[in-house]
C-alpha cells in the first residue's frame, strides 16, 4: 500500500529547526512600523519578492540535497553533508528572521490595491514570518534537540518492544508541542494550532464534525463487507517473477497517461525511502520500490506519488519564487494523490484499460485473471493492526484513532503514560483487532517521535477532499468511464489543473474546496463514494 508521508517540506521544517540552534536571532521590534518608511508599498514588495526568490533558490539546493540523501549517497557523507546542509538552512533563515524582512513587510501591509497574486504573497509572507518569530530561538533548539533523541529512543524502543523506552520522550514532545501552540496562538483548542501548521484553515471542530459522521459509518461499512459471501482473491499473482524493467515500463506508462511529466520529473527506484520532492520549477523527483512478485505494490506508490508529482509540475510557472508556488496544504496535497491512487486506480474503468496492458507486458503470468478479480483484489478489504497495510475503507479508523487521541492528549484529558491502553481499546472497539505488542501498535509510526502532531489527520481529509474533488470532476464529465475503458486519462490532471493545480497556494485548502466543489472537506461525498463503490464489489445492500 502507498500511504506514504510526503516528505516534500517536511524533512526541510527539521532541518530549520535544526539549523537555527546557532542562529544569532533578533526578533524584529515595532521600529519598522513607527518609523518613517524610505519605501512605497510597491517598492517594499519588489524587496520582498526578491528575498522570497533566494529563499526558493536555497530552498531549491537543500530539498536537491534531500533527494540525494535519500537516493544515493554513500553513507560514509553523512556528517559533512549534514554540515553543508545545515549551512543553507541557516542561511535562509537568517533571510525569515531579518529584521529587514519584517520592516518590508509591515510597509507592503500597509499597501492597497494588490493583484490577487500580490495579496495572497502577502498575506502567506505574514503567515510564515509571524510563525518564525514568533518562536523563541531558545525553544527551537530545545525541540530540536528533543526531536532527535526522542527519535533515537523511538528506534530502541521498536528494537526492544517496549513502549516504555519511548514514553518520557513522547512526554517531553507532548509538553513541547503544547508549548508551541501557546507561541504561535490558537482561538479555541491548543490542538488548533497544530493541525494549521500542516492544514492551514483546520480546526479540532471542524475534524470533530466530519469524524463524528465517518467515524460509525465506516464501521458499519467494514462489517458488511465482512458479512458479504463474496470475497476477494487475495493473491492474484502468484509466485511468478515480475521483472523490474518491466514494472517500471508498465509504471510509466500508466503514470504517463494520468499525466506525469518525465520530462519535468523522475521516478527512481531506492531501497530506502519512498517519497516526492519538489525540487523547483520542472524538477519533481519521486523514489520507488519494486517487489518482484507483486506488481502492485510500485504500481499504485507510482500512481499516489505520481498525484503529487503531476500537481507540483502543474503549479504555474511564474508562481516559483513566490509562496504561493506550491500547494495550499497537506490536507490538498494528499487529496491531489489519493484522487489518483484510490478514487481513480482504483475503479473498475481504469482497470478495464489497464488490465489488458498488464496482461500483454507479463505474459502469461495473470492471463486467467478477470476484470472482476482485478477490481475485488485491488480493492480487498485488510484490516490489520498496521496503517500502512490497511485497505482505503479502515485505514480512516487507523487516522480517527490518531487524531482523537492526539486531541485529548492536547486537551490534557489524556496522559502518555495511558496510551497503549487506549490504543489497544480504540482498534479494538473501531476495528476488532487485537493488539498484541507494541512495535505493531502505539510504535508502528515515526510521527510523534518526530513531533509532528497534526500531520496524520491530513491522510484522512486527503481522502475526502479527493472524493469531494472526483464527484465534482464526474459532474463535468459524466462520460470519465467510458473514456478510462478505452484508455483515455487524460481528463483528471487537466480537470484539475483548471481547478485546483493553477491557483498554487493563493487560496487556503477550505477556501479552495468551496470554490471548486461549493463545500469545505465534507462527509457526504467520500461516505457516498465508499459506500457505493464496495457495494457494487461485495454485492450488499
Ligand atoms: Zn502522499
Same mark, same amino acid.
Given at each position: 500500500?502507498s500511504?506514504?508521508?510526503?516528505?516534500k517540506? $517536511?524533512i526541510?521544517t527539521?532541518?530549520i529547526?535544526?539549523?537555527?540552534?546557532?542562529a544569532?536571532?533578533?526578533?524584529?521590534?515595532s521600529?519598522?512600523?513607527n518609523s518613517?518608511?524610505d519605501?512605497?508599498?510597491r517598492?517594499a514588495?519588489?524587496?520582498?519578492?526578491?528575498?522570497?526568490?533566494?529563499i526558493?533558490?536555497?530552498?531549491?539546493?537543500?530539498?536537491l540535497?534531500?533527494?540525494d540523501?535519500?537516493?544515493?549517497?554513500?553513507?560514509?557523507a553523512?556528517?559533512?553533508?549534514?554540515?553543508?546542509?545545515?549551512y543553507?538552512?541557516?542561511q535562509e533563515?537568517?533571510k525569515?528572521?531579518?529584521?529587514?524582512?519584517g520592516?518590508?513587510l509591515?510597509?507592503?501591509?500597509?499597501?492597497s490595491?494588490?493583484?490577487?497574486?500580490e495579496a495572497?504573497?502577502?498575506?502567506?509572507?505574514n503567515?510564515?514570518?509571524?510563525?518564525?518569530?514568533?518562536?523563541p530561538?531558545?525553544?527551537?533548539?530545545?525541540?530540536? %534537540?528533543?526531536?532527535?533523541?526522542?527519535?533515537?529512543?523511538?528506534? +530502541?524502543?521498536?528494537e526492544k518492544n517496549?513502549?516504555?523506552?519511548?514514553?518520557?520522550?513522547?512526554?517531553?514532545?507532548v509538553?513541547l508541542?503544547k508549548?508551541k501552540?501557546?507561541?504561535?496562538?490558537?482561538?479555541?483548542?491548543?490542538?488548533?494550532?497544530?493541525l494549521?501548521?500542516?492544514?492551514?484553515?483546520?480546526?479540532?471542530? %471542524?475534524?470533530?464534525?466530519?469524524?463524528d459522521?465517518?467515524?460509525?459509518?465506516?464501521?458499519?461499512?467494514?462489517?458488511?463487507?465482512?458479512?458479504s459471501?463474496?470475497?476477494?482473491?487475495?493473491?492474484?499473482?502468484?509466485?511468478?517473477?515480475?521483472?523490474?524493467?518491466?514494472?517500471?515500463? $508498465?509504471?510509466?506508462?500508466?503514470?504517463?497517461?494520468?499525466?506525469?511529466?518525465?520530462?519535468?520529473?523522475?521516478?527512481?527506484?531506492?531501497?530506502?525511502h519512498?517519497?516526492?520532492?519538489?525540487?523547483?520549477?520542472?524538477?519533481?523527483?519521486?523514489?520507488?520500490?519494486?517487489?518482484?512478485?507483486?506488481p502492485?505494490d510500485?504500481?499504485?506508490?507510482a500512481?499516489?506519488?505520481g498525484?503529487?508529482?503531476?500537481?507540483y509540475?502543474?503549479?504555474?510557472?511564474?508562481?516559483?519564487?513566490?509562496?504561493?508556488?506550491?500547494?495550499?496544504?497537506m490536507?490538498?496535497?494528499?487529496? +491531489?494523490?489519493?484522487?489518483?491512487e484510490?478514487?481513480l486506480?482504483?475503479?473498475?474503468?481504469?482497470?478495464?484499460?489497464?488490465?489488458?496492458?498488464?496482461?500483454?507486458?507479463?505474459?502469461? +503470468?495473470?492471463?486467467?485473471?478477470?476484470?472482476?478479480?482485478?477490481?475485488?483484489h485491488?480493492?480487498?478489504?485488510n484490516i490489520?493492526?498496521i496503517?500502512l497495510?490497511a485497505?482505503?475503507?479502515?485505514?480512516?479508523?487507523?487516522?480517527i484513532?490518531?487524531?482523537?487521541?492526539?486531541?485529548?492528549?492536547?486537551?490534557?484529558?489524556?496522559?502518555?503514560?495511558?496510551?497503549?491502553m487506549?490504543w489497544?481499546?480504540?482498534?479494538?472497539?473501531?476495528?476488532?483487532?487485537?493488539i498484541t505488542d507494541?512495535?505493531?501498535?502505539i510504535?508502528?509510526?515515526?510521527?510523534w517521535?518526530a513531533?509532528?502532531?497534526?500531520?496524520?489527520?491530513a491522510y484522512?481529509?486527503?481522502?475526502?477532499?479527493?472524493?469531494?474533488?472526483e464527484?465534482?470532476?464526474?459532474?463535468?464529465?459524466?462520460?470519465?468511464?467510458q473514456?478510462f475503458?478505452?484508455?483515455?486519462?487524460?481528463?483528471?490532471?487537466?480537470?484539475?489543473q483548471?481547478?485546483?493545480?493553477k491557483y498554487?497556494?493563493?487560496?487556503?485548502?477550505?477556501e479552495?474546496?468551496?470554490?471548486?466543489?461549493g463545500n469545505?472537506?465534507?462527509?457526504?461525498?467520500?461516505?457516498?463514494?465508499?459506500?457505493?463503490?464496495?457495494?457494487?464489489?461485495?454485492?450488499?445492500?
Amino acid at each position: 500500500m502507498s500511504y506514504k508521508i510526503l516528505l516534500k517540506g $517536511f524533512i526541510l521544517t527539521m532541518i530549520i529547526i535544526v539549523a537555527t540552534q546557532g542562529a544569532s536571532c533578533q526578533i524584529p521590534g515595532s521600529a519598522g512600523q513607527n518609523s518613517i518608511p524610505d519605501v512605497t508599498p510597491r517598492e517594499a514588495y519588489n524587496r520582498l519578492l526578491n528575498t522570497s526568490i533566494e529563499i526558493a533558490y536555497l530552498d531549491t539546493m537543500i530539498s536537491l540535497s534531500n533527494w540525494d540523501q535519500s537516493i544515493s549517497m554513500p553513507p560514509n557523507a553523512t556528517e559533512y553533508r549534514a554540515k553543508a546542509q545545515s549551512y543553507l538552512v541557516d542561511q535562509e533563515n537568517k533571510k525569515w528572521i531579518d529584521p529587514e524582512f519584517g520592516r518590508l513587510l509591515s510597509i507592503a501591509n500597509n499597501g492597497s490595491n494588490w493583484s490577487t497574486i500580490e495579496a495572497a504573497n502577502i498575506r502567506l509572507w505574514n503567515r510564515d514570518y509571524n510563525k518564525k518569530i514568533k518562536l523563541p530561538p531558545d525553544f527551537v533548539a530545545r525541540e530540536s %534537540k528533543m526531536a532527535s533523541l526522542s527519535q533515537a529512543a523511538w528506534e +530502541e524502543a521498536r528494537e526492544k518492544n517496549n513502549y516504555s523506552v519511548f514514553q518520557p520522550h513522547l512526554k517531553a514532545m507532548v509538553e513541547l508541542n503544547k508549548e508551541k501552540a501557546r507561541y504561535l496562538g490558537y482561538e479555541e483548542h491548543p490542538y488548533d494550532a497544530l493541525l494549521d501548521d500542516f492544514m492551514p484553515g483546520m480546526t479540532v471542530d %471542524k475534524c470533530d464534525k466530519l469524524f463524528d459522521v465517518i467515524k460509525p459509518q465506516t464501521i458499519e461499512l467494514i462489517k458488511k463487507i465482512k458479512e458479504s459471501n463474496e470475497t476477494a482473491i487475495q493473491n492474484i499473482y502468484g509466485n511468478a517473477s515480475y521483472p523490474e524493467d518491466k514494472q517500471g515500463e $508498465f509504471t510509466k506508462n500508466i503514470t504517463s497517461s494520468l499525466g506525469y511529466d518525465y520530462g519535468s520529473g523522475l521516478m527512481v527506484k531506492t531501497n530506502r525511502h519512498l517519497s516526492t520532492y519538489s525540487i523547483g520549477a520542472h524538477d519533481v523527483r519521486t523514489s520507488l520500490r519494486y517487489e518482484e512478485h507483486n506488481p502492485e505494490d510500485a504500481i499504485m506508490t507510482a500512481i499516489h506519488e505520481g498525484g503529487h508529482g503531476i500537481a507540483y509540475q502543474r503549479i504555474p510557472d511564474e508562481y516559483y519564487g513566490m509562496p504561493i508556488g506550491t500547494d495550499p496544504g497537506m490536507d490538498m496535497a494528499e487529496a +491531489e494523490s489519493r484522487l489518483f491512487e484510490n478514487n481513480l486506480g482504483r475503479s473498475r474503468a481504469f482497470w478495464e484499460y489497464w488490465l489488458s496492458q498488464m496482461k500483454k507486458k507479463f505474459r502469461p +503470468e495473470i492471463d486467467n485473471v478477470s476484470l472482476d478479480d482485478m477490481y475485488r483484489h485491488t480493492n480487498r478489504l485488510n484490516i490489520s493492526p498496521i496503517r500502512l497495510d490497511a485497505d482505503e475503507v479502515s485505514y480512516i479508523l487507523h487516522i480517527i484513532i490518531r487524531y482523537e487521541i492526539e486531541r485529548d492528549l492536547f486537551d490534557g484529558k489524556i496522559n502518555v503514560e495511558d496510551l497503549p491502553m487506549i490504543w489497544s481499546q480504540k482498534y479494538k472497539e473501531y476495528l476488532g483487532v487485537d493488539i498484541t505488542d507494541d512495535k505493531n501498535g502505539i510504535l508502528q509510526d515515526v510521527h510523534w517521535a518526530a513531533g509532528y502532531f497534526g500531520y496524520f489527520t491530513a491522510y484522512a481529509l486527503g481522502s475526502m477532499n479527493a472524493a469531494q474533488l472526483e464527484a465534482a470532476m464526474r459532474r463535468d464529465h459524466p462520460d470519465l468511464d467510458q473514456r478510462f475503458a478505452s484508455g483515455d486519462f487524460s481528463i483528471p490532471a487537466t480537470w484539475m489543473q483548471e481547478h485546483m493545480y493553477k491557483y498554487g497556494a493563493i487560496y487556503d485548502t477550505p477556501e479552495l474546496m468551496k470554490k471548486t466543489t461549493g463545500n469545505e472537506a465534507e462527509a457526504y461525498d467520500f461516505l457516498n463514494y465508499l459506500n457505493s463503490k464496495y457495494k457494487k464489489i461485495y454485492n450488499f445492500k
